[in-house]
């Protein structure tokens, strides 16, 4: 386990400097880096011989006419490059892995924090959390490129002032006080920069999420002949983006002009002292070719240290963000220890925040319903507890109808039996037992309560109706009315397309309901699973629901499926407004008798 | 097109073949991608309207980069200074020249540089913003069979893609050919036959850029895909979270989105071996190039045509290319990657001309017309069953008519047909006295909270509606609770950041959205499907204030809706099947009575044949709980009476 995982488990902060070192270090990244560092800094180094060995070419070649020389100082140089070139190809082959394998893992680690069992107290939007998974963790991945690169360039300006120093110590002392001066310089200037680029990076986002938004809301749009409104207001978030953009590249451009006026300096500075100098009779005029070439490749390299900073810069932004994910508390503190045995046997690990398929049997198999396990829930301020799972069982499976007074009502039960909404201390029992010291994920493993809006994703039907290798039950199939849907798309490895976009809002409902039946739990609970289907095919889901085994709990005021559970709780004489939490209009109805107009 | 016969009735309960709820066909054609040449041709006509500009631009950055190119020779000043033994006065001289260059040269390339970002992102806004506005403008026909993902896909991905490669590589690559260009002058300047010789490593970087090009197409185009899918399986993680966790899938989603990750590294190493060929050819060609200029400058030094500045500055010069060059080699791949984005941006654009009118004009006749359907069939792209088959009814100005069925039979395809957004392949639909695109209104069956506040989310329909007739489209719909303490107008809703509203009220504000749009004709599909029992009561208020004055259709799973309506028409796989008032249809003992008795919950007419199987099982069922079943209306809020 990771320092950044330990530390999330501890509720700190992660500092960037924990992301930056599993992007680096980790999984044996670390020896690689280093050697591919190694390399890139013999290409540079060879890069820096380039112009050296342009000055001695000059000098010992063109000056004194000898052609031996030539070939000799010819035939050098092509060895620089053989060795320049395969260098480069050995390390860039190298960072492949490095640099993906960070990003694959750093997005590992990010996935699983926002898939985290437990739930975040703040979860950010899905644009926000697509960000972070997909672009923060390839920028703080590419912190390895950033440290090979300035490894590389850093070992150029040795390597030249080297030379320099060899040929004379002032002018070598010079360059090594101007990278210093520069990467200072630059990194003072880097700051502003830093926070300026964040509010623009995400003001040049704001096209895309109001396209997103419109072109999801398409249908809604095309029926009220909005669309001309749509493209006005594209416009406008268009027209803030390109601001954004704008104004970002210039905050970069304005940095790099003075980056290369400073080497431009630089370079003026050193032409001008090795002049003197040559004059002096210090230098030979082959030194002096050797310098300048090598001042006008520095130049190169110290344009570069100047955008050290503003690299890291961004890259720490990205970092931060991620850390405040990972160090963003649970929604549900996880429990402190096992209280005693859970229910029903289930090896229930309760601690610890790893994603619990890691320890627990895999839900694949498909085992028969376990027994019955009594729910109570008891919401706070009112009066008594309601027995939503009675203690008796039945062998044939038990259909139980649970009325709520409106839809957020529904939202509000459901919600906590599946741990979206942690339950309060004695308000929810799991066979005796409170489910706060269970913990959701051994509530999980006997109360599976999918939320009302399920998610299907790309693939096949198959695949979302059950586990991985489950295997489809032809009752559940026949129960959840499912069998005209397999007909009608042509089977169950047929491709439901995105969001299950190639079936029908009913098809779709259908098929999550057939879903959270091929579940192995001993109650499974429905939030008004019968919304978009017809009274007729409602009917017939009802009958199958009645006809499965295992306890079913039915949230809902629909007269069809009510008439087929065993047991009906009523919620809707339970007193206690307090229970009500998102203001639904219908509370506030006084139509007495609850019809129609 | 299937005749009655050829359709399969296999079971005796509604057996929907085809289900026009599904809308897209099972194998959805993509939207068209332009040429080549046409995205071309395209890209030169948008430039072309900012010519004075880029001509401006080009021409600031040129001047930067010639200031930055005086370097060279100044440096071989420097030499020549040194050899003739000028003087330290000339030495300091060219110091100041050169700090004027690399001034000058920043200030030049500065300067060009935001010219021409803003010239890119100009030009990029309007490219994009065209493809929005034909996007949503193209034909409702059009989209259903495309899939909104690929249209979602090109307005943010494509253009996102195009966005990086415009903004971060064109001013990079503008600079590097304009290097190259006066850096080649620059030697001819010197010597002709210096830059003849600098020439010699040509060949090898045009052979090296053909064969690294010819493949990296493939390599990147692959990369690019397997990202894409990698990335859609985050965002559909991300969103479906909460039914992750409540099936503890965790692992599942994580192992695919590992494996996908894999692949794409994979790939990526054999994009890096492309490149490293590539790179190893360009160092050859720089190898042999200023081999050739140094050889060069020996033999011409030695028959005294040049002096030893000039040979030190034509090296210097030759040096200074490597960089450029790679730049604009290697970047050729990143521009051949956006132009395949573009080309499917100006297929967009191509495929509809934006042509959007305005929003409903509500200066309509003062009678609502009648609607006449007459021998309508409609088929999804290419699914084998009509979704509608010879359908004729009509629905007399100012009536509301019911549309109920199974699911499957064909009622939300007719709905969007009579709403206008799309054609039926066969039969006609008027509207009035002919047939016309009238101002006909649709609130779908899909419930959308748009990103921004309550008063964004109204203003849709009618764009310049002020504050008071947003309110008063409120008030009217009873939506009141909008506008409580804390709530408003300006309340910001949905997303992170705003307040949560449930598909109810949600549905709720459509249905203040029709009031505000004022449409003479008004299709409604499912407008209460997820309300609960006592908010379907004030749904159903809203929904009579709606449909007054106006000529309505409502698609009803809640019958009693359908109850409270003029007129009813049932639809059985894509066929008008029964049609009459509620009294009149149940007496008749047909599927209507069957749906009214299910849905109801009373007793099931004997000969009933769609209910007939479970009769017996919901009789039972219902026996033991009585309490349940008592109530004679078609209660669908079990307690709502009891409600404090």
Known sequence: MSRAEEMEQNGQTVPAGQLFKIALLRGGRGLRLGLTTLAFMAHQLCEALVPIVIGVVIDRALEPGDSGALFRWLAVLAVVFLVLSLSYQRASKAMVGVYGYAEHELRQLTMTRLLNPYGLRRRPGPGEALSLVTSDTYRVAGVSWSVVEQAATITAILTASTALLLISVPLGLGVIVSTVLVLFLMRRIAMPLEARGLTEQSSAARAGEVATDMVTGLRVLTGMHAQKEAADRYRTASDASKRGAIAASRAVLAYSALSLLLSGVFLAALAGASGYLALDGQLTIGQLVTVLGLAQFLQGALAHVGTFASNWAHKRASARRIGGLLAEPALITPPVAAPGTPPGGAPGSSAGARTPADTEPHPDARVPRPRHVPVVWHPPGHGKPVTLVPDSSDAHGTLIGIVPRHPAHARHLSDRLAGRVPPDRGELLIDGADAVDLGPEVVRTHVVAPPHQGTLFSGSLRANLTTPGGVPDPDVIRAAVLDDVLEHIGGADTDIGEHGRRLSGGQRQRLLLARALHTDASVIVLDEPTTAVDPVTERRIAHGLSELPGTTLLITTSRILLSSCDHVVDLTDTTGDDIVETGDQGTRDDNPNGTLR | ?644
């Open chain 2, 1 to 644: 097109m299937s005749s009655p016969a050829t359709v399969p009735e296999t079971d005796i309960d509604i057996a929907p073949g085809t289900d026009p709820d599904a809308g897209p066909d099972p194998t959805p054609r993509r939207l068209p991608v332009a040429t080549p040449s046409r995205t071309r041709r395209e890209i030169v006509r948008r430039l072309a309207h900012h010519r004075e500009r880029l001509t401006l631009t080009l021409l600031v950055l040129l001047a930067g980069t010639a200031a930055a190119l005086t370097t060279p020779p100044l440096l071989g000043a420097v030499v020549d200074a040194v050899v003739d033994q000028s003087g330290r006065g000339r030495i300091t001289a060219l110091g100041g020249a050169l700090v004027g260059a690399s001034l000058v040269s920043a200030a030049l390339t500065y300067l060009g540089g935001r010219m021409l970002v803003s010239l890119v992102q100009d030009t990029l806004a309007e490219l994009r913003e065209d493809v929005f506005e034909a996007a949503v403008g193209l034909p409702a026909d059009t989209l259903e069979s495309s899939g909104s993902s690929d249209v979602v896909s090109r307005v943010t991905g494509d253009v996102e893609a195009i966005s990086e490669a415009a903004s971060g590589v064109l001013p990079d690559i503008t600079g590097a050919a304009l290097t190259i260009v006066l850096t080649v002058a620059g030697l001819a300047v010197l010597d002709p036959r210096l830059a003849l010789a600098g020439l010699v490593c040509l060949p090898l970087h045009w052979y090296a850029t053909r064969r690294f090009l010819a493949r990296s197409h493939q390599v990147y185009g692959d990369i690019r895909r397997l990202e894409s899918s990698r990335g859609q399986t985050v965002i559909e993680a991300v969103r479906g979270a909460e039914t992750i966790r409540a099936y503890r899938t965790q692992d599942t989603h994580l192992t695919e989105l590992a494996d996908r990750s894999e692949l794409a590294i994979d790939r990526q190493r054999d994009g890096v071996r492309l490149r490293n060929r590539f790179y190893g050819w360009l160092n050859a060609a720089e190898f042999v190039g200023l081999a050739a200029v140094l050889a060069t400058g020996y033999a011409l030094l030695g028959q005294g045509a040049i002096t030893l500045g000039t040979a030190t500055a034509a090296a210097l010069y030759f040096h200074r290319l490597f960089g450029p060059i790679g730049l604009l080699l290697t970047s050729l791949d990143d521009i051949q990657r956006a132009t395949v984005g573009l080309a499917r941006l100006v297929g967009v654009t191509d495929l509809a001309p934006s042509h959007l009118g305005p929003a409903v004009s509500t200066a309509g006749s003062p009678l609502p017309p009648a609607i006449t359907v007459t021998g309508v069939s409609y088929t999804y792209g290419n699914a084998g069953r009509a979704a509608l088959r010879d359908v004729s009814l009509t629905v007399p100005g100012g009536a509301t008519v019911a549309l109920v069925g199974a699911s499957g039979s064909g009622k939300s395809t007719l709905a969007r047909l009579l709403a206008g957004v799309g054609r039926p392949d066969r039969g006609e639909i008027t509207v009035g006295d002919g047939p016309e695109r009238g101002p006909r209104y649709l609130v779908t069956q899909e419930v959308h909270l748009f990103g921004g506040t309550l008063a964004d989310n109204l203003r849709l329909a009618k764009p310049d509606a002020t504050d008071g007739e947003l309110l008063a489209a409120l008030r009217e719909a009873g939506a009141d609770w909008a506008l409580e303490p804390g709530r408003g107008l300006e309340a910001v809703l949905g997303g992170p950041d705003g307040t949560a509203l449930d598909d109810g009220s949600v549905q709720h504000l459509a249905l203040a959205r029709v009031l505000l749009a004022d449409p003479p004709v008004l299709v409604l599909d499912e407008p209460t499907a997820e309300s609960g029992p006592a908010s379907r009561a004030v749904l159903g208020a809203a929904l009579a204030r709606v449909t007054r004055d106006r000529t309505s259709v409502i698609v009803a799973h809640r019958l009693e809706q359908a109850r409270e309506c003029d007129h009813i028409v049932l639809l059985r796989d894509g066929q008008l099947a029964e049609e009459g008032t509620h009294e009149a249809l149940l007496a008749s003992a047909g599927e209507y009575a069957s749906l009214w008795w299910a849905y109801t919950g009373g007793p099931v007419p004997a000969g009933g044949r769609h209910t007939a199987g479970h009769s017996g099982t919901d009789a039972s069922a219902g026996a033991q709980h009585p309490g349940t079943h008592a109530a004679p209306e078609p209660n669908t809020g079990v307690g709502t009476d009891k409600e404090h």
